[in-house]
Protein backbone atom coordinates (compact mmCIF):
# COMPACT_ATOMS: atom_id res chain seq x y z
CA UNK A 1 0.00 0.00 0.00
CA UNK A 2 1.40 3.19 -1.03
CA UNK A 3 0.17 6.72 0.52
CA UNK A 4 -2.46 8.99 -0.35
CA UNK A 5 -2.91 13.04 0.71
CA UNK A 6 -6.66 14.20 2.43
CA UNK A 7 -6.74 17.63 4.01
CA UNK A 8 -8.91 18.44 7.05
CA UNK A 9 -9.26 21.95 8.64
CA UNK A 10 -10.86 23.14 11.35
CA UNK A 11 -10.28 26.48 11.23
CA UNK A 12 -9.82 27.51 7.88
CA UNK A 13 -12.81 29.90 6.44
CA UNK A 14 -11.85 31.38 3.40
CA UNK A 15 -13.89 30.67 0.23
CA UNK A 16 -11.28 29.85 -2.03
CA UNK A 17 -10.85 26.34 -0.59
CA UNK A 18 -13.92 25.39 -1.64
CA UNK A 19 -13.08 24.96 -5.55
CA UNK A 20 -12.96 21.34 -5.73
CA UNK A 21 -11.03 21.43 -9.35
CA UNK A 22 -8.17 23.47 -6.88
CA UNK A 23 -9.04 21.42 -3.99
CA UNK A 24 -10.92 17.90 -4.63
CA UNK A 25 -9.76 16.25 -1.45
CA UNK A 26 -9.98 19.20 0.91
CA UNK A 27 -12.76 19.11 4.08
CA UNK A 28 -13.17 20.99 6.80
CA UNK A 29 -15.19 20.97 10.08
CA UNK A 30 -15.84 24.92 10.69
CA UNK A 31 -18.08 26.29 8.03
CA UNK A 32 -16.68 28.31 4.98
CA UNK A 33 -17.13 31.92 5.07
CA UNK A 34 -19.82 31.27 2.41
CA UNK A 35 -22.00 29.48 4.77
CA UNK A 36 -23.15 32.62 6.33
CA UNK A 37 -25.01 33.79 2.59
CA UNK A 38 -27.89 30.66 2.30
CA UNK A 39 -28.67 32.12 6.55
CA UNK A 40 -28.46 35.75 5.26
CA UNK A 41 -30.88 35.18 2.92
CA UNK A 42 -33.14 33.58 4.38
CA UNK A 43 -33.17 36.10 7.49
CA UNK A 44 -33.88 38.84 3.97
CA UNK A 45 -37.33 36.43 3.13
CA UNK A 46 -38.68 35.88 6.29
CA UNK A 47 -39.41 40.06 6.36
CA UNK A 48 -39.75 39.78 3.10
CA UNK A 49 -36.81 42.12 2.44
CA UNK A 50 -36.63 41.74 -1.17
CA UNK A 51 -34.29 44.85 -2.33
CA UNK A 52 -30.68 45.39 -0.61
CA UNK A 53 -27.65 46.97 -0.79
CA UNK A 54 -23.74 45.60 -0.12
CA UNK A 55 -20.96 47.68 1.17
CA UNK A 56 -17.60 45.39 0.86
CA UNK A 57 -14.25 45.85 1.66
CA UNK A 58 -11.90 45.87 -1.00
CA UNK A 59 -10.19 42.18 0.47
CA UNK A 60 -9.98 38.58 -1.35
CA UNK A 61 -11.76 37.22 1.60
CA UNK A 62 -14.76 39.41 1.67
CA UNK A 63 -14.98 40.28 -2.11
CA UNK A 64 -15.14 36.28 -2.66
CA UNK A 65 -18.25 36.41 0.06
CA UNK A 66 -20.32 39.47 -1.91
CA UNK A 67 -19.87 37.17 -4.99
CA UNK A 68 -21.33 34.19 -3.95
CA UNK A 69 -23.89 36.33 -1.63
CA UNK A 70 -24.93 37.99 -5.01
CA UNK A 71 -25.54 34.31 -6.71
CA UNK A 72 -27.95 33.19 -3.84
CA UNK A 73 -30.08 36.96 -3.69
CA UNK A 74 -30.56 36.33 -7.30
CA UNK A 75 -31.21 32.68 -6.85
CA UNK A 76 -33.85 33.94 -4.27
CA UNK A 77 -34.98 36.64 -6.80
CA UNK A 78 -33.76 39.49 -4.24
CA UNK A 79 -32.69 42.56 -6.29
CA UNK A 80 -29.49 43.73 -5.54
CA UNK A 81 -29.84 47.89 -5.11
CA UNK A 82 -26.52 48.80 -5.40
CA UNK A 83 -23.29 47.15 -4.83
CA UNK A 84 -20.14 49.25 -3.09
CA UNK A 85 -16.74 48.61 -2.46
CA UNK A 86 -14.15 50.21 -0.40
CA UNK A 87 -10.67 50.53 0.46
CA UNK A 88 -10.24 53.18 3.36
CA UNK A 89 -12.77 55.19 3.28
CA UNK A 90 -16.19 54.00 3.30
CA UNK A 91 -18.16 57.73 3.56
CA UNK A 92 -18.50 57.83 -0.21
CA UNK A 93 -19.50 54.61 -0.60
CA UNK A 94 -22.12 54.46 2.38
CA UNK A 95 -23.81 58.13 0.96
CA UNK A 96 -24.13 56.64 -2.34
CA UNK A 97 -26.10 53.52 -0.38
CA UNK A 98 -28.00 56.29 1.03
CA UNK A 99 -28.89 58.31 -2.55
CA UNK A 100 -29.80 55.28 -3.99
CA UNK A 101 -32.24 54.67 -1.13
CA UNK A 102 -30.95 51.67 0.30
CA UNK A 103 -32.44 50.58 3.29
CA UNK A 104 -31.51 46.85 4.25
CA UNK A 105 -27.43 47.56 4.07
CA UNK A 106 -25.13 43.41 4.08
CA UNK A 107 -21.74 44.64 5.01
CA UNK A 108 -18.39 42.45 4.35
CA UNK A 109 -15.69 44.25 6.40
CA UNK A 110 -13.34 44.11 9.39
CA UNK A 111 -13.92 45.58 12.60
CA UNK A 112 -11.30 48.51 12.05
CA UNK A 113 -13.29 49.60 9.03
CA UNK A 114 -16.53 48.97 11.01
CA UNK A 115 -16.11 51.66 13.04
CA UNK A 116 -15.42 53.87 10.14
CA UNK A 117 -18.66 52.80 8.52
CA UNK A 118 -20.87 53.37 11.16
CA UNK A 119 -19.54 56.37 12.37
CA UNK A 120 -20.24 57.96 8.21
CA UNK A 121 -23.70 56.44 8.85
CA UNK A 122 -24.22 58.28 12.21
CA UNK A 123 -22.67 61.68 9.87
CA UNK A 124 -25.59 60.99 7.01
CA UNK A 125 -28.36 59.69 9.40
CA UNK A 126 -28.52 56.25 8.32
CA UNK A 127 -29.74 54.65 11.31
CA UNK A 128 -32.75 54.10 13.44
CA UNK A 129 -36.22 52.73 12.38
CA UNK A 130 -35.36 53.04 8.48
CA UNK A 131 -32.36 51.14 8.53
CA UNK A 132 -31.01 47.37 8.89
CA UNK A 133 -27.38 46.67 8.90
CA UNK A 134 -25.99 42.83 8.65
CA UNK A 135 -22.57 42.56 9.39
CA UNK A 136 -20.14 39.72 9.70
CA UNK A 137 -20.31 38.19 13.22
CA UNK A 138 -16.85 37.00 14.25
CA UNK A 139 -15.32 40.54 15.37
CA UNK A 140 -13.83 40.44 18.88
CA UNK A 141 -15.63 41.68 21.98
CA UNK A 142 -15.85 45.33 22.19
CA UNK A 143 -14.08 45.85 18.97
CA UNK A 144 -15.89 49.29 18.83
CA UNK A 145 -13.64 50.65 21.70
CA UNK A 146 -10.44 49.03 20.23
CA UNK A 147 -10.97 49.82 17.04
CA UNK A 148 -12.03 53.12 16.75
CA UNK A 149 -10.25 55.29 15.11
CA UNK A 150 -12.23 57.62 14.24
CA UNK A 151 -12.92 60.86 14.63
CA UNK A 152 -16.69 59.71 16.18
CA UNK A 153 -17.14 59.17 20.09
CA UNK A 154 -17.87 55.94 21.57
CA UNK A 155 -21.48 57.53 22.42
CA UNK A 156 -22.06 57.94 18.51
CA UNK A 157 -20.93 54.61 17.16
CA UNK A 158 -23.22 53.25 19.33
CA UNK A 159 -25.96 55.34 18.29
CA UNK A 160 -25.57 54.21 15.04
CA UNK A 161 -24.79 50.62 15.92
CA UNK A 162 -27.86 49.93 17.98
CA UNK A 163 -29.93 46.63 16.16
CA UNK A 164 -27.30 45.74 13.74
CA UNK A 165 -27.41 41.74 12.80
CA UNK A 166 -24.30 40.05 12.85
CA UNK A 167 -24.04 36.51 11.24
CA UNK A 168 -21.43 34.01 12.05
CA UNK A 169 -21.31 30.13 12.64
CA UNK A 170 -22.16 28.71 15.96
CA UNK A 171 -18.62 27.38 17.91
CA UNK A 172 -20.80 25.35 20.38
CA UNK A 173 -23.66 23.32 19.68
CA UNK A 174 -26.56 24.44 21.90
CA UNK A 175 -28.59 21.60 22.41
CA UNK A 176 -28.69 19.28 25.16
CA UNK A 177 -27.92 16.39 23.59
CA UNK A 178 -24.83 13.93 24.01
CA UNK A 179 -22.98 13.57 21.01
CA UNK A 180 -20.57 10.79 19.56
CA UNK A 181 -17.84 11.36 22.30
CA UNK A 182 -20.55 10.76 24.94
CA UNK A 183 -20.72 14.13 25.99
CA UNK A 184 -23.35 17.20 26.11
CA UNK A 185 -21.56 19.86 24.18
CA UNK A 186 -21.65 21.87 27.66
CA UNK A 187 -19.99 18.90 29.56
CA UNK A 188 -17.46 19.41 26.60
CA UNK A 189 -17.18 23.24 27.00
CA UNK A 190 -16.64 22.90 31.12
CA UNK A 191 -14.30 20.10 30.48
CA UNK A 192 -12.36 22.62 27.88
CA UNK A 193 -12.18 25.54 30.03
CA UNK A 194 -11.03 23.29 32.79
CA UNK A 195 -8.25 22.09 31.30
CA UNK A 196 -7.37 25.57 29.03
CA UNK A 197 -7.42 27.07 32.84
CA UNK A 198 -5.23 24.75 34.05
CA UNK A 199 -2.46 25.47 31.17
CA UNK A 200 -3.08 29.41 30.90
CA UNK A 201 -4.23 28.85 27.30
CA UNK A 202 -6.10 31.73 25.69
CA UNK A 203 -9.63 29.78 24.69
CA UNK A 204 -10.09 29.61 20.47
CA UNK A 205 -13.52 29.60 18.92
CA UNK A 206 -12.52 27.02 16.33
CA UNK A 207 -11.41 24.29 19.22
CA UNK A 208 -15.05 22.62 19.09
CA UNK A 209 -14.37 22.08 15.18
CA UNK A 210 -10.84 20.72 16.24
CA UNK A 211 -12.65 18.27 18.48
CA UNK A 212 -14.95 17.57 16.65
CA UNK A 213 -12.61 17.22 13.17
CA UNK A 214 -10.71 14.30 15.15
CA UNK A 215 -13.59 12.64 15.85
CA UNK A 216 -14.46 13.03 11.80
CA UNK A 217 -10.46 11.66 11.29
CA UNK A 218 -10.90 8.30 13.55
CA UNK A 219 -14.24 7.66 12.57
CA UNK A 220 -13.01 7.73 8.61
CA UNK A 221 -10.36 5.46 9.40
CA UNK A 222 -11.80 3.07 11.67
CA UNK A 223 -14.49 2.66 8.63
CA UNK A 224 -11.87 2.45 5.94
CA UNK A 225 -10.51 -0.32 7.52
CA UNK A 226 -13.64 -2.02 8.13
CA UNK A 227 -14.24 -1.78 4.42
CA UNK A 228 -10.73 -3.10 4.01
CA UNK A 229 -10.86 -6.26 5.97
CA UNK A 230 -14.09 -7.04 4.94
CA UNK A 231 -12.73 -6.95 1.16
CA UNK A 232 -9.65 -8.54 2.29
CA UNK A 233 -11.80 -11.59 3.97
CA UNK A 234 -14.14 -11.90 0.70
CA UNK A 235 -11.39 -12.33 -1.54
CA UNK A 236 -11.53 -15.94 -3.14
CA UNK A 237 -7.67 -15.36 -4.22
CA UNK A 238 -6.01 -14.23 -0.86
CA UNK A 239 -4.11 -11.84 -2.92
CA UNK A 240 -5.83 -8.54 -1.46
CA UNK A 241 -3.86 -5.77 -2.53
CA UNK A 242 -5.22 -1.98 -2.93
CA UNK A 243 -3.59 1.35 -4.24
CA UNK A 244 -3.50 4.95 -3.12
CA UNK A 245 -6.00 5.93 -5.74
CA UNK A 246 -8.43 3.25 -4.09
CA UNK A 247 -8.02 4.26 -0.48
CA UNK A 248 -8.22 7.82 -1.52
CA UNK A 249 -11.65 7.20 -2.86
CA UNK A 250 -12.38 5.02 0.13
CA UNK A 251 -11.91 8.28 2.11
CA UNK A 252 -13.37 10.55 0.67
CA UNK A 253 -16.62 8.41 0.09
CA UNK A 254 -16.39 7.70 3.99
CA UNK A 255 -16.03 11.25 4.87
CA UNK A 256 -18.71 12.60 2.40
CA UNK A 257 -20.97 9.94 4.46
CA UNK A 258 -20.29 11.81 7.79
CA UNK A 259 -23.27 11.71 9.96
CA UNK A 260 -22.77 12.63 14.03
CA UNK A 261 -23.77 14.43 16.43
CA UNK A 262 -20.77 16.53 17.97
CA UNK A 263 -20.16 19.83 19.98
CA UNK A 264 -20.66 21.72 16.91
CA UNK A 265 -23.80 20.29 15.88
CA UNK A 266 -24.91 17.63 13.66
CA UNK A 267 -21.38 16.71 11.67
CA UNK A 268 -22.24 16.22 7.70
CA UNK A 269 -20.30 17.43 4.96
CA UNK A 270 -21.44 18.62 1.49
CA UNK A 271 -18.56 18.00 -1.15
CA UNK A 272 -16.63 19.01 1.53
CA UNK A 273 -18.54 21.74 3.02
CA UNK A 274 -19.04 21.70 6.63
CA UNK A 275 -23.26 21.36 7.00
CA UNK A 276 -22.99 23.46 10.03
CA UNK A 277 -24.93 26.15 12.49
CA UNK A 278 -25.11 29.97 11.67
CA UNK A 279 -26.00 32.22 14.85
CA UNK A 280 -27.71 35.64 13.93
CA UNK A 281 -27.49 38.02 17.09
CA UNK A 282 -28.68 41.64 17.19
CA UNK A 283 -26.64 44.68 18.99
CA UNK A 284 -28.57 45.41 21.27
CA UNK A 285 -28.07 48.60 24.28
CA UNK A 286 -24.05 47.51 23.39
CA UNK A 287 -24.06 43.92 23.76
CA UNK A 288 -24.69 40.95 21.41
CA UNK A 289 -27.96 39.24 22.13
CA UNK A 290 -28.90 36.22 20.25
CA UNK A 291 -31.99 36.25 18.54
CA UNK A 292 -31.79 32.98 16.23
CA UNK A 293 -29.69 30.35 14.25
CA UNK A 294 -30.60 28.81 10.90
CA UNK A 295 -29.66 25.08 10.58
CA UNK A 296 -27.79 24.48 6.97
CA UNK A 297 -28.75 20.66 7.20
CA UNK A 298 -32.23 21.26 7.23
CA UNK A 299 -32.52 24.56 5.67
CA UNK A 300 -34.40 26.01 8.75
CA UNK A 301 -34.20 29.68 10.07
CA UNK A 302 -35.28 29.38 13.84
CA UNK A 303 -35.43 32.63 15.45
CA UNK A 304 -36.15 33.30 19.08
CA UNK A 305 -39.42 34.88 20.31
CA UNK A 306 -39.96 38.36 21.07
CA UNK A 307 -35.57 38.83 21.05
CA UNK A 308 -34.92 41.12 17.77
CA UNK A 309 -35.89 44.64 18.61
CA UNK A 310 -36.16 46.92 16.14
CA UNK A 311 -36.16 50.70 16.21
CA UNK A 312 -39.55 50.89 14.97
CA UNK A 313 -43.01 50.45 15.37
CA UNK A 314 -42.30 47.15 12.88
CA UNK A 315 -39.11 45.91 10.51
CA UNK A 316 -37.57 48.41 8.40
CA UNK A 317 -38.99 48.40 4.96
CA UNK A 318 -36.71 47.65 2.13
CA UNK A 319 -37.14 50.79 -0.03
CA UNK A 320 -39.33 53.93 -0.08
CA UNK A 321 -42.96 52.94 -1.05
CA UNK A 322 -44.32 55.93 -3.21
CA UNK A 323 -48.22 55.45 -3.63
CA UNK A 324 -50.34 56.93 -5.73
CA UNK A 325 -52.69 58.69 -3.87
CA UNK A 326 -56.09 60.61 -5.11
CA UNK A 327 -56.13 63.74 -3.15
CA UNK A 328 -59.98 64.04 -1.64
CA UNK A 329 -61.99 66.47 -0.38
CA UNK A 330 -61.64 66.93 3.25
CA UNK A 331 -65.12 64.70 4.20
CA UNK A 332 -65.19 66.60 7.67
CA UNK A 333 -64.76 70.01 6.46
CA UNK A 334 -67.29 69.26 3.68
CA UNK A 335 -69.82 67.54 6.27
CA UNK A 336 -69.72 70.96 7.99
CA UNK A 337 -70.04 73.61 5.04
CA UNK A 338 -73.07 70.87 3.72
CA UNK A 339 -74.71 71.82 7.23
CA UNK A 340 -74.04 75.60 6.82
CA UNK A 341 -75.43 75.08 3.14
CA UNK A 342 -78.42 73.51 4.24
CA UNK A 343 -78.74 76.07 6.54
CA UNK A 344 -78.45 78.56 4.21
CA UNK A 345 -81.07 77.01 1.64
CA UNK A 346 -83.87 76.78 4.75
CA UNK A 347 -83.40 80.25 5.24
CA UNK A 348 -83.68 80.96 2.32
CA UNK A 349 -86.91 78.99 1.58
CA UNK A 350 -88.11 80.53 4.46
CA UNK A 351 -87.83 83.95 3.24
CA UNK A 352 -89.47 82.27 0.11
CA UNK A 353 -92.32 80.74 1.38
CA UNK A 354 -93.05 84.49 3.66
CA UNK A 355 -92.67 86.26 0.42
CA UNK A 356 -95.07 84.18 -1.45
CA UNK A 357 -97.57 84.40 1.59
CA UNK A 358 -97.32 88.38 1.62
CA UNK A 359 -96.95 89.08 -1.59
CA UNK A 360 -100.22 91.23 -1.71
CA UNK A 361 -98.98 93.07 1.78
CA UNK A 362 -98.46 96.57 0.39
CA UNK A 363 -94.43 96.85 1.64
CA UNK A 364 -93.75 93.50 -0.06
CA UNK A 365 -95.81 94.59 -3.12
CA UNK A 366 -93.95 97.72 -3.37
CA UNK A 367 -90.93 95.74 -3.20
CA UNK A 368 -91.33 93.40 -6.25
CA UNK A 369 -92.15 89.97 -4.74
CA UNK A 370 -91.22 88.25 -8.27
CA UNK A 371 -88.17 90.01 -8.50
CA UNK A 372 -87.23 88.67 -4.51
CA UNK A 373 -88.54 85.23 -5.83
CA UNK A 374 -86.35 85.06 -8.36
CA UNK A 375 -83.22 86.59 -6.47
CA UNK A 376 -84.24 83.91 -3.79
CA UNK A 377 -84.26 81.18 -6.07
CA UNK A 378 -80.77 82.05 -7.76
CA UNK A 379 -79.19 82.11 -4.69
CA UNK A 380 -80.72 78.36 -3.82
CA UNK A 381 -79.06 77.29 -6.88
CA UNK A 382 -75.91 78.59 -5.81
CA UNK A 383 -76.59 77.05 -2.79
CA UNK A 384 -77.01 73.85 -4.65
CA UNK A 385 -73.79 73.91 -6.30
CA UNK A 386 -71.40 73.88 -3.38
CA UNK A 387 -72.93 70.49 -2.67
CA UNK A 388 -72.10 69.24 -6.04
CA UNK A 389 -68.61 71.48 -5.89
CA UNK A 390 -67.85 68.80 -2.61
CA UNK A 391 -68.20 65.61 -4.99
CA UNK A 392 -64.80 64.57 -5.96
CA UNK A 393 -63.46 61.00 -7.18
CA UNK A 394 -64.47 59.57 -4.08
CA UNK A 395 -67.98 60.00 -4.60
CA UNK A 396 -68.34 59.31 -8.37
CA UNK A 397 -66.83 57.77 -10.96
CA UNK A 398 -64.79 58.63 -13.28
CA UNK A 399 -67.22 59.02 -16.34
CA UNK A 400 -69.72 60.84 -13.60
CA UNK A 401 -67.47 63.28 -12.81
CA UNK A 402 -66.84 64.84 -16.28
CA UNK A 403 -70.73 65.04 -16.23
CA UNK A 404 -70.70 66.42 -12.65
CA UNK A 405 -67.84 69.08 -13.74
CA UNK A 406 -70.30 70.88 -16.21
CA UNK A 407 -73.25 70.64 -14.29
CA UNK A 408 -71.99 72.23 -11.40
CA UNK A 409 -70.89 74.64 -13.53
CA UNK A 410 -74.31 75.60 -15.11
CA UNK A 411 -75.78 75.32 -12.18
CA UNK A 412 -73.55 78.11 -9.85
CA UNK A 413 -73.68 80.30 -13.34
CA UNK A 414 -77.77 80.29 -13.83
CA UNK A 415 -77.82 80.90 -10.12
CA UNK A 416 -75.85 83.57 -10.09
CA UNK A 417 -77.09 85.46 -13.36
CA UNK A 418 -80.66 84.48 -12.24
CA UNK A 419 -80.22 86.19 -8.49
CA UNK A 420 -77.69 88.99 -9.40
CA UNK A 421 -79.76 89.61 -12.81
CA UNK A 422 -82.93 89.90 -10.31
CA UNK A 423 -81.16 92.66 -8.37
CA UNK A 424 -79.75 94.23 -11.46
CA UNK A 425 -82.92 94.93 -12.83
CA UNK A 426 -84.59 96.77 -9.53
CA UNK A 427 -81.50 99.13 -9.01
CA UNK A 428 -82.25 99.92 -12.60
CA UNK A 429 -85.50 100.76 -12.22
CA UNK A 430 -84.97 102.56 -9.27
CA UNK A 431 -81.92 104.80 -11.33
CA UNK A 432 -84.67 105.51 -14.16
CA UNK A 433 -87.60 106.35 -12.08
CA UNK A 434 -85.02 108.45 -10.25
CA UNK A 435 -83.56 109.81 -13.25
CA UNK A 436 -86.57 111.77 -14.36
CA UNK A 437 -86.17 115.00 -13.58
CA UNK A 438 -89.45 116.08 -14.43
CA UNK A 439 -90.46 113.91 -11.89
CA UNK A 440 -93.30 112.78 -14.24
CA UNK A 441 -95.39 109.67 -13.12
CA UNK A 442 -92.55 106.51 -15.18
CA UNK A 443 -94.11 103.15 -14.34
CA UNK A 444 -92.28 100.65 -15.31
CA UNK A 445 -93.80 97.01 -14.76
CA UNK A 446 -92.23 93.86 -13.40
CA UNK A 447 -92.26 91.86 -17.27
CA UNK A 448 -90.11 94.57 -18.00
CA UNK A 449 -87.61 93.62 -14.99
CA UNK A 450 -88.06 89.46 -16.00
CA UNK A 451 -87.09 90.38 -20.17
CA UNK A 452 -84.05 92.02 -18.60
CA UNK A 453 -83.39 88.94 -16.23
CA UNK A 454 -84.13 86.65 -19.40
CA UNK A 455 -82.10 88.56 -21.75
CA UNK A 456 -79.21 87.64 -19.76
CA UNK A 457 -79.78 84.37 -18.96
CA UNK A 458 -80.12 83.85 -22.72
CA UNK A 459 -76.45 85.54 -22.99
CA UNK A 460 -74.83 83.12 -20.14
CA UNK A 461 -77.03 80.11 -21.63
CA UNK A 462 -75.43 81.18 -25.38
CA UNK A 463 -71.34 81.38 -24.02
CA UNK A 464 -72.45 77.56 -22.22
CA UNK A 465 -74.11 75.88 -24.74
CA UNK A 466 -70.44 77.46 -26.80
CA UNK A 467 -68.31 76.18 -24.34
CA UNK A 468 -69.80 73.04 -24.36
CA UNK A 469 -69.55 72.50 -27.78
CA UNK A 470 -66.44 73.64 -28.45
CA UNK A 471 -64.22 72.58 -25.68
CA UNK A 472 -66.14 70.40 -23.15
CA UNK A 473 -64.55 70.05 -19.61
CA UNK A 474 -62.76 67.26 -19.44
CA UNK A 475 -61.30 65.25 -16.37
CA UNK A 476 -57.49 65.35 -16.06
CA UNK A 477 -55.20 63.92 -13.56
CA UNK A 478 -52.41 66.66 -12.37
CA UNK A 479 -49.23 64.60 -10.55
CA UNK A 480 -48.02 66.97 -7.56
CA UNK A 481 -44.65 66.58 -6.07
CA UNK A 482 -43.99 63.68 -3.79
CA UNK A 483 -44.87 64.11 -0.09
CA UNK A 484 -43.05 61.96 3.19
CA UNK A 485 -45.75 60.63 5.08
CA UNK A 486 -45.40 59.37 8.87
CA UNK A 487 -45.77 55.58 7.54
CA UNK A 488 -42.32 56.29 4.88
CA UNK A 489 -40.05 55.95 8.27
CA UNK A 490 -40.73 52.79 8.90
Known amino acids: M ?106 QFDENLAAKVFCCAYNLNMYGSKYQWIIPGWYQGNWWEQANSTNCTTKKLLTAMEGYISVDFEPLSAKQIKGISGRTPQEYAREYNREREQKGVETSKFHGFAYDGIWVIAKTLTRVMEILRHKERHDMYHNFTVDDREVGKMVLDVMNETNFFGVTGQVMFRNGERMGTIKFTQFQEGQEVKVGEYNAIADVLDLINHTIRFQGVEPPKDRTFVRLQRRQINVPLYSILSTITILGMLMAGAFLFFNIKNRNHRLIKMSSPYMNNLIILGGMLSYASIFLFGLDGSFVSDKEFETLCTVRTWILIVGYTTAFGAMFAKTWRVHAIFKNVKMKKKIIKDQKLFIIVGGMLLIDLCILICWQIVDPLKRTVEEYSLEASFLAYY
Open 2 to 107: GTFSKGLSFAATTPVLADKKKYPNFFRTVPSDNAVNPAVVKFLNYYNWSRVGTLTQDVQRFSEVRNDLTNELEKADIQIADTESFSNDPCVNVKKLKDNDVRIIIG
